[in-house]
């Protein structure tokens, strides 16, 4: 028998947190977070990370684990959500991956091997080099060239996962969008479901910039400048993310504070447009469409327990 698997994602402020907590009370489940940000201790506000009241006593994993300086990529992601699942299984519960990463997702799900291309380091300098001198663009220029279909799947600013797809390039002669491809079509090793949360765009824009703005009201601002005084900085990986970016833009005197939250508001619904398109091109996927429920929470759970159960991920 296979070992059961659930996940829970969706675009950003569609509402994951709230629905995955009512999920793993009603399966006896534990929530592995897929999400590159909450994972880094400090970065709360920015985040949107759940607070330890919203939990409701659910264990939560891969959240507030590393500080903002240490390194967060998929493949340690991947060896970190499954330490997390062995400790779920022991306890006789169900692991629920939730959280907005699709990559992140799809390297557990299907257990994604990383380890067949050594890094080429020096390589991986030069192009580290470029993006310094030139910018970002310039990077992701190259891997259109090379590789549209994976350029159109990474955001530019993802200096990691541009040089990652233009290293593959390099070393392989193949682009590494028909590599993920290839991987998309392996088969899980776990009984699953994956249900992905989803809301009519104009309301989850709405919903989006209202996020930004309670985000403001809750201290963003004063999180970054506290990062800023502790030596984080826009170099990192972690200072990548949305909202800190930004604001560290302002600081730095490039925008208005007005503009920067304009920016923020525009970015992160940008980004939850890649991420739909992102889940749409996933094989297997349960589409809960909010406004079918009528924005009813517990419609949308009993749907959720029908499906598990008919797929005997649950016990009927």
């Not at 709360?44 to 390194?71: C, N």
């Not at 299984?89 to 291309?117: C, H, M, W």
């Amino acid at each position: 028998m296979k070992q059961p698997l659930i996940i829970l994602t969706g675009p950003t402020a569609v509402g994951k947190t709230k629905a995955s907590i009512g999920l793993a009370k009603a399966v006896g489940g534990e929530i592995i977070s897929a999400d590159s940000m909450q994972v880094y201790k400090g970065m709360d506000i920015g985040s949107a990370k759940i607070r330890t009241e919203e939990m409701e006593g659910v264990s939560h994993y891969l959240v507030d684990v590393l500080r903002p300086d240490e390194e967060f990529h998929v493949v340690r992601f991947q060896e970190m959500a499954k330490q997390a699942m062995k400790e779920i299984y022991r306890k006789g519960k169900i692991p629920i991956l939730v959280g907005g990463t699709g990559f992140y997702i799809q390297a557990v799900l299907y257990d994604i091997d990383f380890s067949e291309n050594d890094e080429d380091e020096v390589y991986r300098k030069e192009l580290e080099a470029c993006a310094a001198e030139h910018g970002t663009k310039v990077l992701h220029d190259q891997l259109k060239a090379v590789d549209p279909k994976a350029a159109e799947e990474i955001h530019a600013n993802n200096v990691k996962r541009v040089i990652r797809a233009l290293e593959y390039f390099h070393q392989t002669g193949q682009p590494i969008s028909a590599h993920n491809e290839q991987q998309r079509q392996k088969k899980s090793p776990y009984q699953f479901a994956y249900f992905v949360l989803n809301d009519e765009r104009a309301h989850l824009y709405e919903r989006i910039n209202l996020r930004v703005e309670q985000m403001m009201e809750n201290g963003l601002l004063e999180e970054v400048k506290q990062l800023q005084n502790e030596g984080y900085n826009r170099n990192m990986v972690s200072m990548q993310g949305l909202g800190y970016k930004e604001i560290l833009a302002y600081l730095d005197g490039e925008y208005t504070l007005d503009e920067a939250v304009a920016v923020i508001k525009r970015d992160t619904r940008h980004f939850a447009k890649r991420q739909i398109t992102w889940f749409r091109r996933e094989k297997e996927v349960i589409w809960l469409n909010k406004q079918q429920f009528d924005y009813d929470e517990n419609k949308i759970l009993e749907e959720m327990l029908r499906i598990l159960k008919e797929r005997e991920i649950l016990k009927a």
